[in-house]
């Protein structure tokens, strides 16, 4: 299948992923691009990530001389070192898997080398674009990537699952964005549908754990909890708790029209940046990341499941971590969507 695509449309969004780098190399040739390739965007999702925040926290977007994205790379060698993941701060009682999953022995060793590895890409950063870094901004570069590309895959999941919401915040964008070039602020702050699609999202598949220590003793719903006990506050529970939701387990953006509900911790139905003095500082950095990618990945494409495939053959698994992704990765049919048409 071929279509005719303004470059300078394509360039706009892709610019940072893989998708893009095929499609702007057979551009060079021909304005006439094959559109038959089925992406998984949590990989462009992972990588646009990276870049953002190695723009804001290192102050550019770095990219090695053999055109490889070392930002990405911490993220996914990161990710992979601290994926030695700590279940005894997590689950107490389950802290003999540490044992098993070599955490312990492996501590020490992964703090050092992510610690060489940080030295290393700051080091490199600063002789291309001078000395703006600080090992502060590790939390804001953790932070920032594996959440928001594991709400933004959730969301394209349930997206791809429920066609007619897909459909309706499609129509939005494309309305509220009409033929401009280029997906501005003001157009984001118009799209009240794709927020309400991507609080659902949020909130039925919160990529965060939260706990707590309890300071003092004491007794909830009839069990005993004694001071300092390391407690879970399970938000996919809270989500799925019909007391609270209609059609709770359901992915029903419309609840959020016009509802005064949101998620910046005063609400303790929907809690997936945590709340009180540790509640995550990124809210704003990261839904205006959220919004903004999936307002471009809804504008430019239409999806499409792999042939054969349909919403019913999706996998919702999840897998248990530190960022909590889809166990089998999304993967979909992107048809550039013509603006003229
Ligand atoms: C969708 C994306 C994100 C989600 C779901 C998320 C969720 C969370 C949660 C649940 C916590 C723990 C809060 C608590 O214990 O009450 C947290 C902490 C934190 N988050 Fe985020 N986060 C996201 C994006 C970001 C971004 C983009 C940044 C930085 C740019 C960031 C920086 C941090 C930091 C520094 C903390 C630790 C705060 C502290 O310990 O005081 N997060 N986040």
């Given at each position: ?45 992972l ?14 977007k770095?990219t ?86 594991s709400?933004m ?7 791809a ?33 794709l ?24 007794k909830?719903?009839?069990?005993d ?101 889809k ?10 969507h013509?603006?003229?048409?």
């Open positions: 299948m071929t279509l005719k695509v303004s470059q300078k449309r394509v360039d706009i969004w892709l610019q940072n992923g893989e998708y893009a780098a095929s499609t702007r190399a057979k551009k060079r040739t021909s304005t006439v691009v094959p559109i038959s390739s089925i992406v998984a965007p949590v990989s462009l999702v990588r646009h990530g990276g870049n953002v925040i190695s723009r804001c926290a290192l102050g550019g770095y090695r001389e053999d055109g490889r994205e070392s930002f990405g790379e911490l993220a996914r060698r990161a990710i992979k070192l601290i994926g030695a993941f700590n279940f005894q701060d997590v689950v107490p009682y389950l802290g003999w898997i540490n044992i098993l999953t070599g955490f312990n022995a492996r501590l020490g060793e992964t703090v050092k080398a992510f610690d060489i590895l940080l030295d290393e890409v700051i080091e490199e950063h600063e002789q291309k674009i001078g000395d703006q870094s600080d090992k502060k901004d590790l939390d804001m570069f953790l932070g920032g990537t594996d959440n928001s590309a709400v895959e959730w969301a394209m999941t349930e997206l699952k429920n066609p007619s919401v897909m459909k309706k915040a499609q129509e939005e964008a494309r309305r509220v964005v009409g033929n401009k070039p280029k997906i501005d602020e003001a157009d984001i702050a118009q799209m009240e549908y927020k309400c699609v991507n609080n659902e999202s949020l909130i039925l598949h919160a990529p965060v754990l939260i706990t707590r220590k309890s300071t003092t003793a004491t909830l719903e009839g069990y909890i004694p001071a300092k006990t390391r407690v879970l506050i399970n938000v996919w529970a809270i989500k799925r708790d019909p007391r609270l939701w209609e059609r709770s387990e359901e992915f029903v953006p419309e609840r959020f029209v016009n509802n005064p509900v949101d998620f910046k911790g005063h609400h303790n139905q929907i809690i997936p940046f945590g709340e009180g003095s540790r509640a995550c500082p990124g809210i704003i950095f990261a839904m205006a990341e959220i919004d903004y990618v999936l307002a471009n990945l809804l504008y430019w494409f239409d999806w499409n499941l792999p042939p054969g495939q349909t919403g019913k053959d999706l996998d919702l698994s999840d897998i248990f971590g530190p960022v909590i992704h166990k089998v990765p999304l993967r979909l049919v992107p048809v550039i013509s603006c003229s048409s």
